[in-house]
């Protein structure tokens, strides 16, 4: 009768994870189309006005961005700072002399979009003074940074 | 000679590295798409105009906001919900007939023969100062004007007068909340009339528009002159 029943031990057969890389790879190749990269370790806070006429800043690799919040280290002080790359600007004087030396190749400052990126309870004066000093350089194309929605 | 198996690759940690990759990318990238308002701000000129010809009250629609972030439109204390319509009214209550009444902006009609002329005109001036950026500006323009003519019924359309404009004043505590909002609104104003203008033309979509797709390039010229965003922003007082 027990022609097909061989002695052994009978226990519950491992579960088959060789497809298990593929779902993992899936998702990773899901978050690299999805996602961005960080462009720098913020240092100011950033909660961005909400405007439902923003559009997507779509050409990445020509846009400067210039932060303007209030710092997040409590020794900076309490006043709002600007961040320049991964630094805190001792001033606004020195937004026209980094936004030259960002220049790329063949290109002038004209023709790189500035995107302001300002903590909404900013008040005005010190993103006036650095729209001023880029007007100084011709840097006159930028833009707002605000979200599509909340 | 006894055939050898061939030792199967041992796949099991696969998902380790996958698992590794996964995580990088998980903690070094961010989500949000990067979105904002485009502008340009006014260049810089080397010898500005000592002063500037008079603009007539009526084409100022004149928003202030202070360092309490409440909002003043023509000496009017307004809330920003109401800021919409204000705008929309000031560049839509001429827009079929004139009301000298109405302290709004009004509409002057532009016709073929005017942009002939001036075609012609600045034409002549070009070749007397070949490369000059402004001459060739205002030359391209009125070939649009042009344009928009033969388009139009009767070769003739209404255009709002020149020196209309939104002007809007700021302090040095005024945040930038506010200051966006409000540039939101005027957008939206102004992307609202483009919208209907695409329509009545019928021309493509407003939000379908390519920038750098040549025909979608005239459409937008065309309608950056027939709604016209114009905001002028004076200097903080301190």
Same mark, same amino acid.
């Given at each position: 009768? &027990?022609?097909?029943?061989?002695?052994?031990?009978?226990?519950?057969?491992?579960?088959?994870?060789?497809?298990?890389?593929?779902?993992?790879? $899936?998702?990773?190749?899901?978050?690299?189309?999805?996602?961005? $990269?960080?462009?720098?370790?913020?240092?100011?806070?950033?909660?961005?006005?909400?405007?439902?006429?923003?559009?997507?800043?779509?050409?990445?690799?020509?846009?400067?961005?210039?932060?303007?919040?209030?710092?997040?280290?409590?020794?900076?002080?309490?006043?709002?700072?600007?961040?320049?790359?991964?630094?805190?600007?001792?001033?606004?004087?020195?937004?026209?002399?980094?936004?030259?030396?960002?220049?790329?190749?063949?290109?002038?400052?004209?023709?790189?979009?500035? &995107?302001?990126?300002?903590?909404?309870?900013?008040?005005?004066?010190?993103? &006036?003074?650095?729209?001023?000093?880029?007007?100084?350089?011709?840097?006159?194309?930028?833009?707002? &940074?605000?979200?599509?929605?909340? | 000679?006894?055939?050898?198996?061939?030792?199967?690759?041992?796949?099991?940690?696969?998902?380790?590295?996958?698992?590794?990759?996964?995580?990088?990318?998980?903690?070094?990238?961010?989500?949000?798409?990067?979105?904002?308002?485009?502008?340009?701000?006014?260049?810089?000129?080397?010898?500005?105009?000592?002063?500037?010809?008079?603009?007539?009250?009526?084409?100022?629609?004149?928003?202030?906001? *202070?360092?309490?972030?409440?909002?003043?439109?023509? /000496?009017?204390?307004?809330?920003?919900?109401?800021?919409?319509?204000?705008?929309?009214?000031?560049?839509?209550?001429?827009?079929? *007939?004139?009301?000298?009444?109405?302290?709004?902006?009004?509409?002057?009609?532009?016709?073929?023969?005017?942009?002939?002329?001036?075609?012609?005109?600045?034409?002549? /001036?070009?070749?007397?100062?070949?490369? %000059?950026?402004?001459?060739?500006?205002?030359?391209?323009?009125?070939?649009?004007?042009?344009?928009?003519?033969?388009? =139009?019924? *009767?070769?003739?359309?209404?255009?709002?007068?020149?020196?209309?404009?939104?002007?809007?004043?700021? /302090?040095?505590?005024?945040?930038?909340?506010?200051?966006?909002?409000?540039?939101?609104?005027?957008?939206?104003?102004?992307?609202?009339?483009?919208? %209907?203008?695409?329509?009545?033309?019928?021309?493509?979509?407003?939000?379908?528009?390519?920038?750098?797709?040549?025909?979608?390039?005239?459409?937008?010229?065309?309608?950056?002159?027939?709604?016209?965003?114009?905001?002028?922003?004076?200097?903080?007082? =301190?």
């Amino acid at each position: 009768m &027990s022609k097909f029943k061989k002695g052994g031990k009978k226990g519950i057969p491992g579960v088959n994870t060789s497809a298990l890389p593929d779902i993992i790879f $899936m998702l990773l190749f899901f978050f690299m189309v999805a996602t961005t $990269m960080k462009e720098v370790e913020l240092q100011v806070t950033l909660e961005k006005p909400v405007a439902n006429q923003a559009i997507p800043i779509e050409d990445k690799d020509n846009v400067d961005f210039i932060y303007i919040g209030f710092p997040i280290d409590a020794e900076e002080g309490t006043e709002p700072r600007i961040q320049l790359d991964d630094r805190l600007a001792p001033d606004y004087t020195v937004v026209s002399l980094w936004k030259e030396q960002k220049a790329r190749e063949g290109k002038t400052p004209f023709d790189i979009v500035t &995107s302001l990126k300002v903590d909404e309870n900013v008040g005005m004066r010190i993103v &006036s003074n650095v729209k001023e000093e880029l007007r100084d350089i011709d840097a006159i194309k930028i833009n707002y &940074s605000a979200d599509q929605t909340k | 000679m006894a055939r050898r198996k061939i030792e199967e690759i041992n796949a099991g940690s696969m998902a380790d590295i996958a698992f590794l990759l996964l995580i990088f990318f998980l903690v070094t990238t961010t989500m949000e798409v990067d979105a904002g308002l485009g502008k340009t701000l006014p260049l810089k000129l080397d010898d500005p105009p000592i002063t500037n010809p008079p603009v007539p009250e009526r084409n100022v629609l004149e928003i202030k906001a *202070n360092l309490n972030d409440k909002l003043m439109v023509e /000496q009017e204390e307004v809330q920003v919900e109401e800021l919409y319509e204000i705008a929309y009214t000031f560049y839509t209550a001429n827009r079929i *007939n004139n009301d000298e009444n109405i302290n709004m902006p009004n509409y002057n009609p532009i016709t073929l023969d005017q942009c002939n002329d001036q075609i012609i005109n600045y034409k002549n /001036q070009l070749q007397t100062h070949p490369g %000059d950026k402004y001459l060739k500006n205002e030359l391209n323009k009125w070939q649009a004007k042009r344009e928009l003519c033969m388009e =139009s019924p *009767n070769k003739s359309y209404k255009e709002i007068a020149k020196s209309a404009v939104v002007k809007f004043e700021i /302090q040095s505590k005024t945040s930038y909340g506010l200051y966006i909002e409000i540039h939101n609104i005027l957008k939206t104003v102004v992307n609202d009339l483009r919208v %209907d203008m695409c329509d009545k033309m019928k021309w493509d979509d407003y939000y379908e528009l390519n920038e750098n797709d040549p025909d979608d390039q005239a459409i937008i010229k065309k309608l950056r002159i027939l709604v016209p965003e114009r905001i002028i922003e004076p200097k903080i007082e =301190s």
